[in-house]
């Protein structure tokens, strides 16, 4: 059975035979992996910036954003039988009996960092041919959305990110009307995001630094978000340009980009981190301005990290929703789809948006 692994003592990243998983027992499910999808998280565990093996072992094999197939499920399984498809989550608790976050279910504000991650963190990954996962981390997916499920992993950034942006406006007494967002980054997360926001009823733009003669410029125009070039507008004049921004969902991982972007943002607006950018020379920054606008207009500005649960069975509301509204946007995002023995090379380069290994399809 193959499997992609990083070899972190060695520095190699290849195909390994694997042994086939034993029989699930209890509540485990045995997956056949359809397919999973490449990003940013796994080139950079392929370059050896991070990704940890289990303890003891030599090798990760990577892959996180993934759809599978059960294939066999074990005696104490309720919900899912062989032939569901369902995208597994990624992080699992930590241990430590005080870690609040954990022990209710809520390991994306896990507290301690001792969680593990599937393909990231201590434990394999889902870009092999079968695996075992309990059921309790596996959401069933609609049959009539297989064709972009594997997209369900990447989305719930945004998913999780406008489930909290609901919850904290709830600080305004008043209820919101058409309000504007703003996301910066084209790549697979921040079109991702503008989808969502579309699909929330944002006044959405997409501010990259494509010009707008771009596919990717296109590509937003398609799903109903406008498009603003980093070629001819600077982040710090985007409310004078857009209007009033409320919302900045941030998906580059460029601390400069994103802090003089911080300078337009309105009035109560909502400021969102989801990029995480290398670590380098410190950024100079306008801070003193910054904190004014923080406090005189009472803006908010947060990270989010993860998902937990119940964000991936929003993200599959939401693919659903977007695949009603704009299904070609949608079906855009994957570039391509390759083998298991091309995935080595795909993590060596970037390509086009969403890069999918197919393992298995029928
Ligand atoms: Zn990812
Ligand atoms: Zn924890």
Redo the contacts with the bound molecule.
Sequence with gaps: MKAVAVFPGTHEVRVIDQPQPPVVKGTEVLLRMREV?I????REIASFQYGDPPPGEDHLIIG??ALGEVAAVGPGVTKLRPGDLVIPSVRRPCLHAECLACRAGRQDFCVTGDFRERGIKQTHGFLTELTVEEESNLTLVPPDLAEVAVLT??LTIAAKAVQQVKTLQQRLPWEPSRQRAVILGAGPVGLLGAMTMVAHNFETYVYSREPQSSDRADLVRSFGAGYVSGEDTAPEDLGKKLGNIDLFYEAVGNAQLAFTALEALGPNGLFIFTGIPPLGAPTKLPADQLMRNIVLENQLVFGTVNASRSAYALALRLLGQCMALFPDSVRRLITAHRSIDEAPGMLLRRTGIKEVVRLAWN
């Excluded at 990003?39 to 796994?42: P, Q």
């Design positions: 999808g990003c940013g998280t796994d996180h954003e992993e990447p």
